[in-house]
């Protein structure tokens, strides 16, 4: 799809998106896809992402408005919830795109965590999730058919010591969308994970081994990995009308890496090199 046709498949909707940092996020991508759709939406990020200087430029290129929230926070988040709702009116889609672990970037091996860096990781990757949901019941801030929408890995179901605690993050992150998808079906409301392949963000780069988690990827994926902007066009489905009926999954966008077994690129490459160690 070029990046100029527009559907408006999401047009006349308001939506909540978190995580845009810069041009490479998928957060950043979404937001782009869903403004091309028509929709109206709140940017929002940690504090400390105003010192990038870029959410502004996005805000602007969107219409959109940027609040700062520590997700963490629950009066923070609250208060975002309830400032959104008092200025955009209730909110028919939301994306959840914040994951962020100090054990990782201390480099600290799973098997001698910092547990309060694992409580950090905990708290920003998957409760926040929580939060946000918990804020949007207490505030009535979400329309009856809302979508929402949580960025995962599939290392909630595959360990990849790289990703070290956040493995359990995103398997909690799907957990809570689960449950919270079971308790907003009264209303319509749908709530889904998407299991993105690796993807060159910022925030993936900075996983260690990250470029041989992506070569091999690539070569096991039969599409190949997918981008941030086939990704922003996925969730566009999801936030639409066209998938009311898809809630409390786990939905894999990953070129068909989570299901390939192996790939004839892989076992050549494989037997080549075990022809040079013969």
Not at 41 to 59: D, E, H, V, W
Not at 146 to 158: F, G
Not at 221 to 246: E, I, K, Q, W
Request: charged share 25%; aromatic share 8%.
């Amino acid at each position: 799809m070029d990046k100029t046709d527009s559907f408006n498949l999401l047009r006349g909707k308001n939506g909540l998106i978190f995580g845009a940092l810069d041009e490479r996020s998928i957060a950043w991508r979404v937001a782009l896809a869903c403004s091309r759709e028509g929709a109206a939406f709140t940017l929002s990020n940690a504090p400390i992402a105003i010192r990038f200087g870029t959410l502004q430029q996005l805000a602007e290129q969107t219409g959109s408005d940027f609040i700062p929230c520590d997700v963490t926070k629950y009066d923070q988040v609250l208060e975002l919830v309830e400032s959104t709702k008092n200025k955009s009116g209730k909110l028919d889609f939301i994306l959840h795109s914040v994951g962020m672990s100090p054990n990782i970037r201390k480099e600290l091996d799973y098997k001698k965590l910092n547990y309060k860096f694992m409580q950090q990781t905990l708290e920003i990757s998957a409760i926040s999730l929580h939060k946000i949901l918990q804020a949007c019941v207490e505030k009535d801030a979400l329309n009856d058919g809302a979508s929402v929408v949580a960025l995962t890995y599939i290392a909630a179901q595959r360990i990849f010591s790289k990703y070290s605690d956040m493995n359990d993050a995103k398997a909690l992150l799907e957990s809570i969308a689960r449950n919270f998808g079971s308790r907003l079906a009264d209303k319509g409301i749908r709530v889904n994970s998407v299991s993105q392949g690796p993807t060159k963000t910022s925030a993936g780069t900075g996983i260690g081994g990250f470029d041989a988690m992506y070569e091999f990827a690539a070569k096991l994926s039969p599409l190949g990995n997918p981008t941030a902007d086939d990704c922003a066009d996925y969730c566009v489905t999801l936030f639409s009308d066209l998938t009311r009926m898809v809630t409390m999954q786990n939905l894999y966008h990953d070129g068909g890496f989570s299901t390939n077994g192996i790939s004839e690129e892989l076992i050549y490459d494989l037997a080549e090199l075990h022809n040079k160690e013969k």
